[in-house]
């Protein structure tokens, strides 16, 4: 933690509509370049106080803001959406060295970002309640859908800006208000983006974003009882806590959690199209996304040729410095525990007689900075760490299997239901995968990575509940039953 910093930038809470620095510990976060280990900026430490203030800044506004017709609350979104857009550079910027993602991605999630505004603003005019058959007669029985209250939505570092409108734009389009609490690690775009918030002209207290840690401001805000739901993007074991904290006063609880995406590759795959996907699906962000391919099964008849294909590919990976150098596939981790995470599964999984293909351990390449090789694994049991646990890193362990029957059921055999992968042409394949596999998400003969009109949502671990498209919008509304008997 920091508390004298004088060259570098000082951000600071947005409640109520003004910047606010720490109120509770009046200490600050350092936040640094995961490629050079900088210190690049500081975040306040944000505890009780601000959770209430920023609680109380969003139950104050909601009922005006419930009272605007949809279209006027969907004009705000859009608004959000050109700020990003007028600002894509600079955000970009932001994001590509506070979490070393490449720039390219950096730049697709600023984009997709303001695209997710301007999609929710689509839904003003779209979203309905329903009348049904009474078994009364002279009356009629109504299904409203109204806003919940007061959102608390709370984010991860490794898509920060974009998981951040995930709950921002379904909240206040359906006539919510929200306190978003940004990662610690990662906070620096969402706050450069409520800098720019004075352009949109929101009501106060409408949108609030907090920073501080999880075990800080993060409790203070899922033990409030004015708060209606917590929307939680993050590893299964946040989930627990908050659930738990969650319980105190039966506040509904939305949870993106972890993910072990199986990929299966069968004898009959186009083996172009499968090591390509698959190698992108595991080193996109340097291998940190819940979705990403993070354990490989591919049938017998197939699986030298698969392996040398991957192998090869996995090797050419280019790595680099998120913020200077273009033409790279990944970067660095986002911070020493991670790669530490990383470096300690695949030292366990090589203790437990697994061996490495290519990689296997930090690299020194840059001097400084959280690097871990592109690495795959071979000769791996389906009851290893390496094939349970998930990683985020972009480390492939990879399996031989006798057929396709084998590999549905290792895939399903984990505790993680977030997305899977089949690799196939074979059409009786896709509709027993399509039935079989226990997952939120199948992908076809291509990459993991949804999108926004889709349906975002983990079984078992994974989470409860789901965001993006019309159901993703139903997450944040109640539904009220109104019984009306006619008179005369
Ligand atoms: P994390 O669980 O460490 O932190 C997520 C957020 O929760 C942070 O803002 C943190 O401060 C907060 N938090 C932690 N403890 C808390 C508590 N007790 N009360 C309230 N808040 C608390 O996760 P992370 O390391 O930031 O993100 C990586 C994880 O997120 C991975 O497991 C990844 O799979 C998952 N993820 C899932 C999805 C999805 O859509 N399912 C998307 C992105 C990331």
């Known amino acids: 933690m920091s508390s004298n910093h004088t060259t570098i930038a000082k951000y600071q809470h947005y409640i109520n509509g003004a910047f606010v620095g720490s109120l509770s510990s009046g200490g600050y976060i350092d936040v640094l370049d995961p490629c050079t280990e900088e210190v690049i900026a500081v975040v306040p430490r944000g505890g009780q106080k601000e959770a209430d203030a920023a609680i109380d800044a969003a139950v104050a506004a909601q009922h005006e803001w419930s009272l605007l017709p949809s ?3 969907a004009n705000y979104l859009k608004a959000m959406a050109n700020v990003i857009r007028e600002n894509r550079v600079m955000l970009a910027e932001t994001l590509a060295r506070e979490q070393a993602k490449v720039k390219g991605l950096a730049q697709v999630e600023i984009d997709v970002t303001a695209e997710y ?20 007669p002279g009356e009629q029985i109504f299904l409203h859908k109204l806003p919940i209250g007061v959102v608390v939505g709370i984010c991860p570092w490794n898509f920060p800006f974009f998981v951040m409108a995930r709950k921002v734009a379904p909240s206040l389009l359906t006539g919510n208000t929200i306190v978003v609490k940004v990662s610690e690690e990662a906070p620096l775009t969402c706050l450069a983006f409520t800098k720019l918030l004075d352009k949109v002209n929101l009501p106060k207290g409408v949108l609030n974003v907090v920073c501080g840690y999880g075990s800080e401001i993060g409790e203070a805000l899922t033990n409030n009882k004015n708060v209606g739901i917590i929307s939680l993007t993050g590893s299964v ?62 049938e017998e008849a197939v699986y030298d040729e698969f392996l040398e294909k991957l192998t090869a590919a996995m090797k050419a990976v280019k790595v680099g410095n998120a913020s200077n150098d273009s033409d790279i596939d990944m ?64 480390v492939l362990p990879v399996m031989k299997v006798k057929d396709f029957d084998e590999a549905l059921k290792h895939a399903n055999d984990s505790e993680y239901g977030l997305t899977s992968a089949v690799y196939t ?25 949804e999108a926004i009109q889709g349906f975002h949502a983990g079984w078992r671990k994974s989470g409860i509940g789901g965001a993006d498209g019309k159901h ?17």
């Open 472 to 488: 993703g919008l139903e997450e944040y509304l109640q539904t009220k039953t109104v019984y009306i008997q006619q008179t005369v």
């Open 425 to 449: 042409r074979d059409i009786n394949k896709m509709l027993r995968a399509t039935k079989e596999l226990k997952f939120g998400e199948v992908y076809f003969n291509r990459e993991n990575f």
């Open 71 to 73: 279209v006027v609350r």
């Open 117 to 136: 505004y301007d999609y929710y603003a689509g839904f003003a005019r779209a979203y309905e309640g329903e009348i049904i058959q009474s078994d009364r």
């Open 237 to 298: 074991d946040s989930g627990h806590k908050v659930m738990a904290a969650a319980a105190k006063n039966i506040t509904k609880v939305s949870l993106e959690l972890g993910g072990k995406a199986p990929a299966i590759v069968c004898r009959d795959a186009d083996m172009e199209v499968a090591v390509k996907a698959i190698v992108a699906s595991r080193i996109i962000y340097s291998g940190q996304v819940c979705n990403c391919a993070e354990r490989v099964y591919v």
């Open 331 to 394: 970067s660095a981790q986002i911070n020493r525990k991670q790669l530490d995470k990383i470096n300690g599964m695949v030292e366990r999984a090589q203790s437990a007689g697994a061996k490495i293909v290519t990689g296997g351990k930090k690299s020194t390449a840059f001097g400084k900075g959280y690097f871990y090789e592109p690495t795959i694994i071979v000769d791996v049991k389906q009851d290893a760490e390496i094939m349970q646990k998930e990683v985020f890193g972009p």
